[in-house]
């Protein structure tokens, strides 16, 4: 097999290796078949192209077409003209089917069916990728290059994936791009001359891997090593704080995939109530007076596994601009809107957004997604709360104890779902609630009695230092000590209802902050606190307060809960199954009229929370004005080098010396361009003055020549360097329709380039720039004012800036390649030995 048909092999093999990511993600694996013969298709008619030979572009619009009708075959026979060749509804369908397919991938959650559209999306993209890579690595002979594609299929399918097996995708993937690495280094040596054989591999005698190779297989094995063993190492972190994307793990926003996923916020909210200092996580404003129930709630644990609470898989959607109105609420309990505007510290980096509970509505920058069942806003694509400045509009939901009591059973499917306990549970969790809610006939006398054992009666303790413990017999212990935080408290709550046939789900947040002076509302780190939600139909989701010194009791839960310290929230009248209005309604404490003339604390202020604009800061006008030069310095860059090219050329012509001057040679350029603004170069031995400078002249007299042709080539006469100096500048001459003066002048160059060229004594004549300069002026003279335009702003012989960068790319790549042989040759007796 041939070094070329070797890559080839490869770059098929590590696209299929990186795509495997992908696997986990739906529920069939038929896709990955399907787009590993399309895709030995693809390199197959590659391989082809570049055998007859065809040239690079050709081969690659051969295998981009190839694909194409690859996936009219596959994915639209019957939009396509003799089921192979696309026409408009073939394009059209496509669209339809990646519509489909983008709407199923926010529809389900990993792994989701095989659907059409989904099915296009994984194997036309497997065919995309796998396309670059074999363009990159097999075409042009650059295979480092092409772990980018490789590297951004990995990327999409592990920010989709819920993780599982990350680490053997991972492998498998790096594998396939260092096996393409050794490929192309095989190919390259091969080219060099016989490769370097190894150590006989056994009494036959047959050799065995090259010592590069050898070499190259130690590096790759040991680089995947280190790249798998260090993330297990106990290095240091940082920990920002409640919930924070590092170490809390409460929410994950998927990267578009459509599905959210976290894990147990137990340790940090822990570590967060026991800091040293109460840092301020948010500030908020409201316009309500009643801060009792200001909770800010940031996510929900619904799963429960007998170990510990965590949120379930959501889907997720857009924001929408009014939320829905909450799951359960019925159109007689009395709401009220409000609306509060929350600033996070820049610090707090939170991928969950806190919101008072139910949101009907916010308005916030940035890439956030909506999760419907929990009614909460995630970061998508990194998206974090850090210093973030938002508004919600929530509803004050003020059920009472009668409405509560008198509540029917919850639906049977969320009844089914939020009621869920394993058979792991410890038997005394269970044993415990009914003992502690015997004689209660209701699920909210059951409730009731539930958040009072806890909290007033059952002799219980709160203690942050308590550890939190793992396995079944947590809440066990924690029922048996009596001794915890408010997670403790919050989880077995929850859990004892459900138990008890009542759904229950625990919330994690803030609960509600410190007033200031100013009347705003801090939030700090030790306000970090968990409680349980129950469902009451009718109602919904009803916070209730197990944990003894934290938090407010909920008035509902009071034994008299009309003569309780917290002021009725006005009823607002509606019809029933009506949205709520987004008008924020008036305290009953403080009149519109006072908030006019701002004696309520807590009244709204009627900017956004936000500080005072100051103008604009610096580093935007910085960066506006750098964005600015450089918008309008890219397109002037052929201009620019034009002139400062043109400049260098005719003042090495001014400064010319003699044959027998003492100037030097300067540094050439691959046109023989002399540069003068260096300094110059001692003499070699055995080199005299003279030869120093009829060497430079050599290198003033090219410089000239070059400038004129390139003046000439600016004005439409491209050069032709197939001529000799005497005939291109009759050629300058006879198609530029130059008077005789101007003619003399382009000969008289030409002259001197043949005398510096041929002469036994090299001389630089006087007066060679004037004689490019008058050339210049003769050619726009006679040319149109487009012409003479685009000769200054959009020169021809720019493009010799790209001639230069390329050759010195070149001789860059020369120089690693002759570093590289040198390295394997000076390897070569060890890796024999090693051998």
Not at 7 to 22: D, G, H, N, Q
Request: neutral net charge.
């Amino acid at each position: 097999m041939s070094g070329r048909a070797r890559l080839a092999l490869c770059a098929w093999a590590a696209t299929l290796m990186a795509a495997s990511a992908l696997l986990p993600l739906v529920e069939s694996v038929g896709w990955m078949l399907q787009a590993a013969v399309l895709l030995a298709v693809q390199a197959g008619v590659g391989a082809a192209a570049r055998r007859i030979p065809l040239a690079r572009p050709l081969t690659v619009t051969a295998q981009a077409l190839l694909t194409l009708a690859l996936l009219t075959l596959v994915f639209a026979r019957q939009q396509a003209l003799g089921g192979l060749i696309p026409g408009p509804d073939t394009f059209r369908y496509f669209g339809d089917l990646l519509q489909t397919g983008t709407d199923d991938v926010g529809r389900y959650a990993t792994p989701a069916p095989l659907s059409d559209g989904i099915r296009l999306m994984l194997v036309g993209g497997v065919l995309v990728i796998g396309l670059l890579v074999d363009v990159l690595a097999v075409t042009f002979r650059s295979a480092a290059p092409a772990g980018l594609p490789l590297l951004a299929l990995y990327s999409v399918a592990a920010g989709l994936s819920d993780g599982a097996g990350d680490w053997f995708f991972f492998l498998l993937a790096a594998a396939g791009y260092l096996m393409l690495l050794l490929a192309e280094g095989r190919e390259r040596l091969s080219q060099w001359g016989r490769v370097f054989a190894g150590a006989p591999r056994g009494p036959g005698g047959e050799p065995g891997p090259s010592a590069p190779m050898r070499t190259g297989r130690r590096i790759g094995a040991v680089s995947l090593g280190i790249a798998l063993v260090v993330p297990l190492l106990p290095l240091p972190e940082i920990q920002g704080g409640l919930l924070d994307s590092a170490r809390t793990g409460v929410g994950v926003g998927s990267g578009g995939g459509g599905t959210i996923s976290a894990v147990n916020p137990l340790v940090s909210l822990r570590d967060s109530l026991n800091v040293d200092e109460d840092r301020t996580v948010m500030v908020l404003r409201t316009n309500t007076d009643d801060l009792t129930d200001m909770y800010l709630r940031i996510v929900s644990l619904d799963d429960f596994d007998g170990i510990t609470w965590k949120p379930s898989k959501r889907h997720i959607v857009a924001v929408p601009d009014e939320f829905p109105t909450p799951t359960g609420l019925g159109a007689d309990i009395k709401r009220a809107v409000i609306t509060t505007r929350v600033s996070a510290a820049d610090w707090y980096a939170q991928d969950w957004l806190p919101m008072p509970y139910p949101p009907s509505g916010v308005s916030v920058k940035g890439n956030w997604r909506y999760e419907p069942e929990g009614m909460t806003l995630v970061g998508d694509h990194g998206q974090t709360t850090r210093g973030a400045t938002y508004e919600v509009k929530s509803l004050a939901v003020q059920p009472t104890a009668e409405q509560l009591a008198a509540a029917p059973e919850a639906p049977k499917a969320l009844r089914s779902e939020y009621t869920k306990v394993p058979d792991s549970l410890p038997t005394v969790v269970a044993g415990t609630a009914r003992e502690v809610t015997q004689g209660a006939t209701t699920d909210y006398a059951k409730a009731v009695k539930l958040q009072d054992y806890f909290a007033v009666d059952g002799g219980f303790q709160y203690d942050t230092e308590v550890e939190v413990g793992s396995g079944p017999d947590a809440i066990a212990r924690f029922l048996r000590d009596k001794q915890g935080f408010c997670v403790h408290f919050s989880f077995a709550m929850a859990a004892m209802a459900r138990t008890l046939g009542i759904p229950a789900r625990v919330a994690v947040g803030f609960a509600p902050g410190s007033p200031q002076a100013d009347g705003s509302v801090s939030v700090g780190l030790k306000d970090a606190h968990a409680w349980p939600e129950l469902y009451f139909e009718g109602v919904g989701w009803t916070r209730f307060e197990p944990t003894p010194t934290r938090g407010t009791t909920p008035s509902y839960t009071l034994p008299e809960s009309s003569g309780s310290s917290v002021p009725d929230l006005p009823q607002e009248t509606r019809s029933a199954g009506s949205a709520p209005s987004d008008a924020p309604s008036a305290s009953t404490s403080c009149s519109t009229q006072n908030k006019n003339a701002g004696d309520c604390a807590g009244a709204l202020p009627l900017n956004p929370l936000q500080k005072s604009d100051s103008g604009t800061p610096w580093y935007e006008i910085l960066g506006w004005t750098l964005l600015g030069l450089v918008a309008l310095t890219l397109p002037l860059l052929p201009m620019l080098w034009r002139l400062r090219r043109r400049s260098v050329r005719l003042a090495s012509a001014q400064h010319a010396p003699s044959a027998a001057g003492p100037t030097g040679p300067g540094r050439r350029d691959r046109a023989g361009e002399q540069h003068t603004d260096e300094p110059d170069l001692a003499a070699l031995p055995g080199e005299t003055t003279s030869q120093q400078a009829g060497e430079a002249a050599v290198g003033h007299v090219l410089a000239v020549w070059r400038e004129l042709t390139d003046t000439a080539w600016d004005y439409g006469i491209p050069p032709d360097d197939a001529l000799t100096p005497r005939r291109a500048a009759a050629r300058i001459v006879r198609l530029g329709h130059l008077d005789e003066p101007t003619a003399q002048s382009v000969r008289r160059v030409a002259s001197a380039v043949e005398q510096v060229l041929f002469a036994p004594q090299p001389r630089a004549e006087a007066g060679l720039a004037g004689d490019v300069r008058g050339l210049s002026t003769a050619l726009r003279s006679r040319a149109s004012w487009t012409t003479r335009l685009r000769a200054v702003v959009a020169p021809r012989s720019a493009v010799r800036a790209v001639w230069d960068l390329s050759d010195r790319w070149t001789a860059l790549r020369t120089d690693w390649a002759t570093r590289w042989a040198a390295l394997v040759r000076r390897g070569r007796p060890s890796g024999q030995q090693s051998g």
